[in-house]
């Protein structure tokens, strides 16, 4: 079909086969874009049942509109060929890379998985189950973005990892148990599938490699996974924990949806336990929790000691505060003393000729009498007038009016302090 014209689609290259048909790479002539060509054998035409499973396919993929998930653009019949035209997707498949280069490191192994988990989210969200995953099934395109290929579609008339037409819909590396023993099949088994692909990602293997697909078979019914520490992977006990779930032969004991399944798979340490964490969120973004890069945050609890001793240290100035007070009221305070302008004394009567000048007022410190604290506190209480509190008695009322006299500058003797300064003056 290479350099023939189907429709307004050229073909120019082989992109691969299987059981069902071939894939080309062709030219739409109208839009100037590329597109790949799925074409159903010519010798399973006359199947009624296998042109009906590629159409099947063809509305499935029509249903779905998710980044992470090839596009359908049409499908055609020319004669005897059926043909779906699909999105081009440039990259290899995953199968591919992993037989090339091994073990993919764990941070892009979760990075991936992040977004092969969100588009069959969707794909479930919206009744498909997919019932062939498998990493030859999924494009690793460049900046490490995936597509999810062949929705509704089995291999078949194959060996190894092809589907067996009338006896088996999947490949037997990555089937569920109960897929193999015949069962109703719904999310759980994809999931299971993922958790394959997931294993063979972090550990470069599938978990159960045998010489025959009958011994393939029954190793995914009755034999347990082995630990991807036993294949040599340095990886956390919750990763760990995390795999052999997705891995579990019931389909009650694993993730019940691909949403739990990515869940748990973010909140897990990623790395080794001596290593920093990795936060995967949907879409391969990758956000490390422990950045020795940058000054790591202090600590909630550091923040919370320095909180304490704030509080104690408020605590014990509030409580010295209070007894210096306490001290201070108990003890006759200080009088300030009160400077007060002394006019000078009137001009005495000089002799004849003799003239002088007044002297220039002078400032005589005056002692303002404290009160005792006792007498104080009492004439507060008597200002008050509260119920229950005695008035004050003869003698405190004599040293209130001493205290007012000497306050406003009055003498016993009815003298200004005033006047008793006038005639020191004079006298010297």
Known sequence: MIGSKIGSYEVSALLGQGGMGRVYKAVDTMLQRDVALKVLHPGLTADADLVERFRVEAITLAKLHHPSITELYALIREESKFIMVMEFVAGENLDDHIKR???????RTLAVCAQILDAFEYAHSQGVIHRDIKPANIMLCPGDRIKIMDFGIARVMG?????????LVGTPNYMSPEQILGRDVDNRSDIYSLGIVLYQMIT????????????????????????PREMGQDIS?????????ALKKNPEDRFQSVAQFKAALCATETLSDDSD????RGGGEQTPLNNNSSAEPEPETSRLKYYYLAGALAVVLLALGVWALASGGSSRPRADPVVKSVPPPEPQHSPAGAAGQPPPPVA?????PAQPAVERQKLDQAKKGKPG???????????QDEARRALTGDMENGSTLQDRLKEQ????
Do not use: C
């Open 425 to 428: 003056a004079t006298k010297k």
């Open 101 to 107: 280069n091994g073990a993919i490191t764990i941070e």
């Open 237 to 245: 006990g919750g990763l760990e924990n995390v795999l052999m779930r």
């Open 159 to 167: 060996a190894t990892r092809m589907t067996m037409t009338g006896r």
């Open 364 to 368: 005589v410190p005056v002692p303002v």
């Open 389 to 399: 509190q005695e008035r004050l008695t003869e003698e405190e009322k004599r040293v």
């Open 277 to 280: 964490r990795v936060s995967v």
């Open 204 to 227: 470069g293997a599938v978990p159960f490699s045998r010489t025959s697909d009958f011994a393939i078979l029954r190793s995914q019914v009755e034999d347990p996974p082995p630990s």
